[in-house]
């Protein structure tokens, strides 16, 4: 009897060791794959379905600022008074319009981000020194995304941004740089040499002073043409605003964008006037 009671004790400890290193390895294992897990890169970019096409106004601005020389007629013709210009983007915010960088566009059809509810693209031509004194205090104020197409040859000349200014705005997360070319040049029918020189010299000196890549390119007085087109692809651009009006925006246009002029349009009046188009 005691040599059974025995047995069965023993068999009992035998089986209980076996539960508890079983246990163990289990704990050591969940434990190794919870460290590795941690330690991998999580691949967390969602993927959405690419989006054949889709309709974003992509307003056009180039100063915003009160204009002092009323005798300046060609500054007049291009402005946007700041109250103004405040009054659009409230107009725009209030009526449920997400502000995107033109990256976040390309990004948009390419599937790479989810597309916000009723996009729209606010950009600015030529870096004007009034983008920084009288546009980005607005669009911080809002915290509206723009773009600003800077024409990098400008760069520290008066009524264009200082280098200074220009690191401010693209460190500022809201602002994207984008090129337009080095000394503004229409490039349509351009010495293909020049062209090229204008479109990949402007990309560089801007990644240089800015650290970033620089993607998005507007054509100087919305001058180009397929060559061009090429041009701006094989310079490593993901996309081209031009000045032809139109909201539509798909793989195939994304160098040949095109873009409205809100004018003095507030309220319903640029509502209408972006959603008709
Ligand atoms: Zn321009």
Known sequence: ??????????????????????????????????????????????????????????????????????????????????????NQVETLRNAGYTFITASDLIDILEGKIRPPKKPVLLTFDDGYQDFYTDAFPILRRY????????????????????????KEIAKSGLVEIGAHTVHHLALKGLNSELAKSEIEESKKTLERLIDTPVVSFAYPDGSFDKTIEKLIQEAGYRSATTTLHGLEVNMDNRFALYRLHPGDKTGNLLLNFLAQK
């Open 1 to 86: 009897m005691k040599l059974i009671k025995r047995r069965i004790i023993l068999l009992s400890v035998l089986f209980l060791s076996i539960i508890l290193i079983e246990n163990l390895n289990h704990y050591g294992k969940s434990v190794s794959n919870a460290a590795k897990a941690a330690l991998e890169p999580t691949i967390s970019t969602p993927v959405f379905t690419p989006l054949k096409s889709l309709a974003v106004p992509i307003l056009i601005y180039h100063y915003i600022e009160y204009v002092k020389d009323e005798k300046d007629t060609i500054r007049k013709s291009l402005n946007t008074n700041p109250y103004l210009f405040t």
């Open 143 to 166: 915290n509206v995304k723009a773009v600003v197409y800077v024409v990098s040859g400008f760069l520290d000349m008066s009524n264009y941004l200082s280098t200074l200014q220009l």
